[in-house]
Nanobody, 124 residues
Framework: QVQLVESGGGLVQTGDSLSVSCTAS????????QGWFRQAPGKEREFVAG????????YYVDSVQGRFTVSSDKSTNTVSLQMNNLRPADTAVYYC?????????????????WGQGTQVTVSS
């Protein structure tokens, strides 16, 4: 089993920056990739960004490309998502996920483990 604990999030204004982090514990050797998803009220959970466990490969959804940066710190088993130039449309609960080498980064089914989620709210 892998446990994922998220931190960060909060309330910011349009154009502000915010960072969320996710620390993995347990059988981290089972992790091939980690991803960030978000879910806004009344909407499906959507992929935001992903990173290989080695940190050598990163993948972003078009709507955050150039504004968000995903990174990893293997010494602490932590993956972070730095979010710049935030917009009200970025408001959602952000979830960290981890999974094996299966499927595509943007697929929810590619991930076996999920964090509890952290709220990000961007006011206009």
């Amino acid at each position: 089993q892998v446990q994922l604990v998220e931190s960060g999030g909060g309330l910011v204004q349009t154009g502000d920056s915010l960072s969320v982090s996710c620390t993995a514990s347990g059988r981290t050797a089972d992790i091939y990739r980690q991803g960030w998803f978000r879910q806004a009220p009344g909407k499906e959970r959507e992929f935001v960004a992903g990173i290989s466990w080695s940190g050598g490969y990163k993948y972003y959804v078009d709507s955050v490309q150039g504004r968000f940066t995903v990174s990893s710190d293997k010494s602490t088993n932590t993956v972070s998502l730095q979010m710049n130039n935030l917009r009200p449309a970025d408001t959602a609960v952000y979830y960290c996920a981890a999974g094996p080498s299966r499927g595509e980064y943007y697929q929810r089914d590619a991930y076996d483990y999920w964090g509890q989620g952290t709220q990000v709210t961007v006011s206009s």
